[in-house]
């Protein structure tokens, strides 16, 4: 299984973007599925989340600008991101579990500056 992230991009501060991550296969195959993002100097840490049966789960940094989603027919993972801020800046990277098997996708950059 692959997985190809996309949408990320230059944005002014308090503007919105939107990632889709694609997977090769069915998510449906999928425990759940992540965005992860790293800033640069930074680890790279946890998101947001949300499992087969559709729970989610944010991060305090994004909780209430962030919202994931997903797309069954498609086999999509989307990240709305709203309200976007500097401290935003990173290459995000979406993430999924399948039993025991971590799969990871591509980062893709998301800048956010005037």
């Known amino acids: 299984v692959q997985l190809q992230a996309s949408g990320g991009g230059l944005v002014q501060p308090g503007g919105s973007l939107r990632l889709s991550c694609a997977a090769s296969?069915?998510?449906?195959?999928?425990?759940?599925m992540r965005w992860y993002r790293q800033a640069p100097g930074k680890q790279r840490e946890w998101v947001a989340g949300?499992?087969?049966?559709?729970?989610?789960a944010y991060a305090g940094s994004v909780q209430g600008r962030f919202a994931i989603s997903r797309d069954n027919a498609k086999n999509t993972v989307n990240l709305d991101m709203n309200s976007l801020r500097p401290d935003d800046t990173a290459v995000y990277y979406c993430?999924?579990?399948?039993?025991?098997?971590?799969?990871w996708g591509q980062g893709t950059q998301v800048t956010v500056s005037s």
């Open positions: 993430y999924a579990v399948d039993q025991s098997t971590d799969y």
């Open positions: 296969g069915s998510i449906f195959s999928f425990d759940a």
């Open positions: 949300i499992t087969r049966s559709g729970n989610t």
